[in-house]
C-alpha cells in the first residue's frame, strides 16, 4: 500500500472517531473512542435539564400550562429525545466497530472475543456497503447511517466498518474510499 493511502486512512478514522494504531507494519483498527462532547453536552446535559424542569414543575406545584403550557412540554421532550437521540447514535456506532480489524500484509483479520478469521483476494469476494436513511425530520436535521461490508466466497457478510455523517453524499464518498481502499490492500482486483 501507498503509504499516502496509510496517511489518508489514518486521518479518516481520526475524524471519524474510531481509534486505531500501528504495531509492527500492521493497522488495528478497533472500537470507536468515546465522543465526551457529545456524552456531556447532547446526552447528559439534556437528561438533566429535562428532569430538573420536570422536576421543578413537579414539585413547586406550579401548574405546567399556566406556565407556558405547550412551549415547556415541547422543550422538556425536545431534551429527552436529543438525549436519547444521540445515546443510540452513539450506542450504535459502537456496536458496529466492535471487531477488532488487523491490516497486515495483503490481509485482514477480523478478531471477535469468539473467533479471529483471516480473510485476503482468495477468501474475499467483494466489498460491499449500504446507506440508511437514519432520523431527523427535515433535510437539515437528517443523519445517514454508513457501514461496510466484506463479502467471504461463502458469501457471508461481515461488518468492517461503520459510521454516520449529516449528509449522504460525504458518507458515500467515505464508503467507496474505505471499499477502494481496502480492495487495493487485499490486491483484490489485482
Do not use: C
Not at 414543575?57 to 436519547?84: D, P, Q, R, V, W
Amino acid at each position: 500500500m501507498d503509504s499516502n493511502d496509510t496517511i489518508l486512512l489514518e486521518s479518516k478514522l481520526k475524524r471519524l472517531r474510531i481509534s486505531f494504531s500501528k504495531e509492527n507494519g500492521k493497522i488495528i483498527i478497533s472500537q470507536a473512542k468515546m465522543n465526551y462532547v457529545v456524552l456531556i453536552f447532547l446526552i447528559i446535559l439534556p437528561i438533566l435539564l429535562g428532569i430538573g424542569l420536570t422536576s421543578f414543575f413537579f414539585f413547586e406545584e406550579i401548574n405546567i400550562f399556566e406556565f407556558s403550557g405547550t412551549k415547556t412540554i415541547l422543550l422538556i421532550g425536545g431534551m429527552f429525545f436529543t438525549a436519547f437521540a444521540n445515546l443510540y447514535r452513539m450506542r450504535i456506532k459502537q456496536k458496529i466497530n466492535k471487531a477488532t480489524k488487523i491490516l497486515g500484509y495483503k490481509y485482514i483479520t477480523l478478531t471477535t472475543k469468539d473467533q479471529s478469521v483471516r480473510f485476503d483476494a482468495h477468501t474475499i469476494e467483494a466489498f460491499e456497503y449500504i446507506v440508511e436513511e437514519g432520523e431527523g425530520d427535515d433535510d437539515e436535521n437528517k443523519m445517514y447511517h454508513g457501514t461496510l461490508f466484506l463479502v467471504d466466497t461463502k458469501q457471508q457478510k461481515h461488518l468492517l466498518i461503520g459510521f454516520d455523517a449529516e449528509s449522504e453524499q460525504y458518507l458515500i464518498d467515505d464508503l467507496k474510499w474505505f471499499k477502494t481502499y481496502f480492495e487495493k490492500h487485499v490486491q483484490l482486483n489485482s
